[in-house]
């Protein structure tokens, strides 16, 4: 597991914490409890912070980073993710907040400044372009992104399904890590 301080600061992790082998977590970073973290994620709070809520998933191949403080942004924007967000294969989350119970599809890419609400699915290989707001209890797709639809009752029970099973899947990678 590949757990770096940088500059002082060293990533925190919850009760019962999965982070693969093959993930680097580096420096301001906090993730909650029962949250995992896949193989070949980089999670990279260099610059910044990044909080992950509890029973949060990121998957396979992610990347988490922030936007610095300079000239052109004088506070940056810190990565926030609330509980029970399921962040799906390969997504780049930069410098954005993500609220709870949202699902982020593969392969889309959330920029600097974008605020997802509670309960929002962004579809696989969508743009969240920088300083969007989605709005809670919608489907997103596209590149840019745009609201489909509203949210469908058996999809807002998908959120908390999800954030469980993965909850069970680090918790057996756990046992089997020993």
């Not at 509890?54 to 924007?77: C, E, K, M, W």
């Amino acid at each position: 597991m590949a757990i770096r301080s940088y500059q002082n600061s060293t990533p925190t992790l919850g009760e019962r914490v999965f982070v693969d082998d093959s993930a680097v977590v580096i420096g301001d970073v906090e993730i909650g409890a029962d949250s995992s973290v896949w193989p070949l994620t980089v999670i990279r709070g260099d610059m910044h912070r990044i909080r992950i809520g509890a029973r949060s998933s990121i998957q396979d191949g992610s990347v988490l980073h922030i936007t610095h403080a300079g000239p052109y942004n004088p506070d940056g924007f810190p990565l926030t993710i609330g509980d029970e967000v399921t962040v799906g294969h390969k997504v780049t989350l930069h410098g954005c907040t993500l609220g709870n119970r949202i699902l982020v599809g593969m392969g889309s890419i959330v920029m600097d400044g974008v605020v997802v609400e509670d309960e929002v699915i962004i579809g696989a290989g969508s743009l969240v372009p920088p300083g969007k707001t989605l709005e809670s209890g919608y489907l997103y797709v596209g590149s840019p992104v745009k609201q489909a639809r509203p949210l469908t009752d058996q999809e807002r029970s998908f959120f908390s399904y999800t954030a469980g099973n993965y909850v069970k899947l680090k918790d057996q990678h756990l046992a089997e890590r020993g």
